[in-house]
């Protein structure tokens, strides 16, 4: 599944939608704490995670990862949105929780 | 690649905004050089941590980064309250960040045990009252 598939499937409220929306999603990570994410974040995957703040995207474009989606209805801050903006990253939200969020997804990858 | 290249950056005290700039701008220009993925991946964590505990522990300071063919090295050097007990500081897991910034997702202290584990060679020089420097290589394969 791609970035722009994951967004059409309606699935999730979309906060922004980034460039490169034609790559792969590779896998799903789910993770809160930024350290772990930055040395654990896979390649490709979907990021699913409930911090919305400046760091979390400075995470995902060095980690690679491909997309973020906000679980537990939380939204990124106003700084944030800002930049995922100005970055072109792709953001998405949900009120589930991370797990069935991430689930939802890998369930779909291929 | 044959000259060596340095690049500079001043980080700012307490800016949690633009904490991570000068690790994405040398990601940047390191896969643009056509550095090898693995090897920019180090130096991208390796500085990112650094860089956030100069903007976290140090009130900031300035981060030079060297590339040479066989070797890219980091130094970032911060006049901040300087590590007591540098061995303690390097457990993973000890962090005396305060509750806002966990807030923000960091203080796990993984910072420097994944500074020691992605670079190749790490020195960290410190005095209390006057500073810390923190000197990273990550090699490049020939
Ligand atoms: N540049 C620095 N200046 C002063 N203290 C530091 C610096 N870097 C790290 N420390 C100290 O070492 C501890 C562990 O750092 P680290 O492993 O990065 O964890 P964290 O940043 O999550 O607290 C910090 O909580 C802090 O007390
Ligand atoms: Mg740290």
Not at chain 1, 37 to 54: D, L, P, Q, Y
Not at chain 1, 72 to 92: C, F, M, R, S, Y
Not at chain 2, 21 to 38: F, G, Q, T
Not at chain 2, 132 to 140: A, D, G, N, P, S
Request: proline letters at 3%; aromatic letters at 4%; one cysteine or more.
């Amino acid at each position: 599944m791609t970035v722009k598939e994951l967004i059409d499937s309606g699935k999730f409220e979309v906060v922004n939608v980034g460039a490169a929306t034609d790559t792969k999603i590779t896998d799903v990570f789910c993770c809160d704490l930024l350290s772990i994410a930055m040395s654990r974040g896979i390649e490709g995957a979907a990021w699913v995670t409930v911090m919305g703040n400046i760091n979390t995207l400075a995470v995902l474009s060095l980690t690679d990862m491909s997309c973020i989606v906000l679980a537990e209805g939380t939204n990124l801050d106003q700084a944030a949105k800002a930049k995922a903006i100005e970055q072109k990253i792709t953001v998405l939200r949900t009120d589930e929780p991370e797990f069935k969020a991430g689930l939802y997804i890998h369930g779909k990858l291929g | 690649m044959s000259d060596t290249i340095t690049l500079k950056y001043d980080v700012s005290t307490d800016d949690f905004t633009r904490a991570g700039e000068a690790s994405s701008d040398v990601k940047r220009k390191l896969k643009n050089m056509n550095v090898n993925p693995e090897a920019v991946r180090k130096v991208a964590i390796a500085m990112y941590e650094g860089e956030i505990n100069m903007v976290i522990h140090a009130n900031g300071g300035v981060i030079t980064v060297t590339i040479d063919p066989d070797c890219i090295t980091m130094i970032l050097a911060d006049k901040g309250p300087g590590i007591p007990d540098i061995a303690k500081a390097m457990q993973a897991g000890y962090s005396t960040a305060p509750d806002n910034v966990r807030d923000l997702g960091f203080g796990a202290g993984m910072g420097l045990p994944n500074m020691k584990k992605y670079s190749d060679d790490m020195k960290i020089e410190t005095e209390l009252g006057v500073g810390t420097t923190v000197t990273m290589k990550v090699f490049l394969a020939a």
